[in-house]
């Protein structure tokens, strides 16, 4: 969902403290959001999901001692706005049982 990287971008954009800012053009945006929808292609999805904007920590750092910090910011606007790390166990029995019986190729 594509407001949700807007809503996410804009919490990036909002960072005021300079040590943790990060300047992140459009079109480095626009080569993020391909690859969020090649990730939602990847894992059988039309849309891109929350799940998905992880990957935005590994787009947006300038130096290498930013990443953690920056993968911390994303991690915690993702949170904010809907995702949860808690697993559900009910449907992930439920996900190995639909795909037991079919083979995988590699």
């Known amino acids: 969902n594509f407001?949700?990287?807007g809503q996410l971008?804009?919490?990036?954009?909002?960072?005021?403290n300079s040590?943790?800012?990060v300047y992140?053009?459009?079109r480095r945006w626009r080569k993020i959001v391909r690859i969020l929808r090649t990730s939602a292609f990847l894992n059988n999805r039309e849309n891109v999901d929350l799940m998905d904007c992880f990957l935005i920590a590994h787009c947006i750092w300038n130096e290498p001692k930013q990443f953690e910090k920056l993968?911390?910011?994303v991690a915690k606007a993702i949170k904010e706005h809907g995702f949860s790390l808690e697993l559900k166990s009910n449907s992930i029995k439920k996900e190995i049982r639909r795909n037991?019986?079919?083979k995988t190729v590699l």
């Open 19 to 21: 040590e943790d800012r």
């Open 3 to 5: 407001s949700k990287v």
């Open 24 to 26: 992140i053009s459009d």
């Open 71 to 73: 993968k911390e910011l």
């Open 9 to 16: 971008k804009k919490c990036l954009d909002e960072i005021k």
């Open 100 to 102: 037991k019986g079919s």
